[in-house]
């Protein structure tokens, strides 16, 4: 079991607790905000002013503003879609990343009402709903309405 708080990720085995921070790990922020396992392999890890991390049980990769599509490095929801796809919403806008190539999506290129993404949920389509503010990402056709 994995646990996201604000003094780092938490790991518990049944018995013991190991924690990762960002002196013991290359964590690239204490404060972690969302966590998700996606494609069965690595798990992506959101954090507070540290963009996001990819850990695969022994190593990191850390996304952010300066090496990725991330618009902003507070990251508060991780998601994937049928496509295989993540989505990341941040305090910046919404960003895709299909494996290879980011899209962002923000109030000025898109139909979001805010770039404030705090929640994204899956309706039985496939379609992503955004901030519960009636905003609908269809995910096959990345349209957003």
Do not use: C
Not at 81 to 86: A, K, W, Y
Request: aromatic letters at 12%; zero cysteines; proline letters at 2%.
């Amino acid at each position: 079991m994995w646990i996201g708080t604000s003094g780092g990720l938490a790991k518990f085995d049944g018995t013991n607790w190991t924690v990762f921070n960002t002196s013991n790990s290359d964590l690239p922020s204490n404060f972690i905000t969302a966590i998700t396992v996606f494609g069965g392999e690595s798990m992506w890890i959101g954090t507070h002013n540290g963009g996001l991390a990819k850990f695969d049980g022994t190593n990191w990769t850390i996304f952010d503003t300066s090496n990725s599509g991330l618009p902003d490095n507070s990251v508060w929801t991780i998601s994937s879609d049928i496509n295989g796809s993540l989505w990341i919403g941040t305090s910046g806008g919404l960003s895709k990343l299909d494996g290879t190539n980011w899209t962002t999506y923000n109030n000025s290129n898109s139909g979001l009402p805010d770039n404030y993404v705090l929640t994204i949920d899956s309706d039985e389509d496939g379609s992503k709903w955004i901030d519960r503010k009636s905003t609908r990402l269809n995910s096959s056709h990345d349209q957003i309405s």
